[in-house]
């Protein structure tokens, strides 16, 4: 297997333009994340699908950002429009849904490098 | 509620040395903690993990240390390696899905 791919791996903008990152999952998973990781505050979820279905999106900063996954091999992360504070970089991850009562593993893509100038 | 504290942020530890890292939680209600190693350029993995019903769980050189009453729970690494070397992350969740990471700790090993 591939494992989780993300695209484009590096992208710079300017302030005020759209940004599209895209993320396809491990094939068979169904559950699907965007996280945002910068030095200053690390690690944050920013919204997870379970089913193509959006399940909680607290985690979007504001309304200029906004996640769909029309299929079940397909997500997109919008930012419009985008602002140098939006620089990071974004990981998508997928995972299969528990068995028992183990939580499962989340396996993560190798990000997207963004840059807002 | 949500967060989980880690520390340090950065260690520099001797090759064949103990690596430590230790986290901290307030939410109760988590229940599975995992740690994620992440090496640069790369998406964060996982690497070991405890349910809070068990005290220790040791995978080869990787062992967590859980302390329910404390809300604390630790990684070592024994024989550290430069191969080790990489940002590690603790994180808990509460029910099935959601994880909340630490800061994250950058561990060096010097050879």
């Known amino acids: 297997d591939a494992g989780v791919i993300q695209s484009p791996r590096h992208e710079v903008t300017e302030m005020g333009q759209e940004v599209t990152l895209r993320c396809k999952p491990i094939?068979?998973?169904?559950?699907l994340f965007w996280y945002r990781q910068t030095m200053m505050r690390g690690l944050e979820l920013l919204i997870y699908?379970?089913?193509?279905?959006?399940?909680?999106d607290s985690g979007m900063p504001e309304d200029r950002f906004s996640a769909k996954m029309p299929n079940a091999s397909f997500s997109t992360l919008k930012i419009q429009p985008s602002e140098p504070r939006d620089s990071a970089v974004y990981f998508c991850?997928?995972?299969?849904?528990?068995?028992?009562?183990?939580?499962?593993?989340?396996?993560f893509g190798p990000g997207t490098r963004l840059t807002v100038t | 509620q949500q967060q989980v504290k880690q520390s340090p942020q950065s260690l520099i530890v001797q090759k064949g040395g103990i690596s430590i890292i230790n986290c901290a939680y307030e939410?109760?209600?988590?229940?599975?903690f995992p740690w994620y190693q992440q090496f640069p350029g790369k998406g964060p993995a996982l690497l070991i993990a405890?349910?809070?019903?068990?005290s220790e769980k040791k995978e080869g050189r990787f062992t967590i240390s859980f302390n329910k009453s404390a809300k604390q729970f630790s990684l070592h690494i024994m024989d550290s390696q430069p191969g080790d070397s990489a940002t590690y992350f603790c994180?808990?969740?509460?029910?099935?899905?959601?994880?909340?990471f630490g800061q994250g700790t950058r561990l060096t090993i010097n050879p």
């Open positions: 991850a997928s995972s299969l849904s528990p068995r028992d009562r183990v939580p499962p593993e989340q396996y």
């Open positions: 094939s068979g998973h169904n559950s």
């Open positions: 699908f379970n089913n193509n279905v959006p399940i909680d």
């Open positions: 939410n109760t209600a988590f229940d599975y």
């Open positions: 405890i349910r809070p019903d068990v």
């Open positions: 994180a808990a969740v509460k029910g099935a899905q959601k994880l909340v």
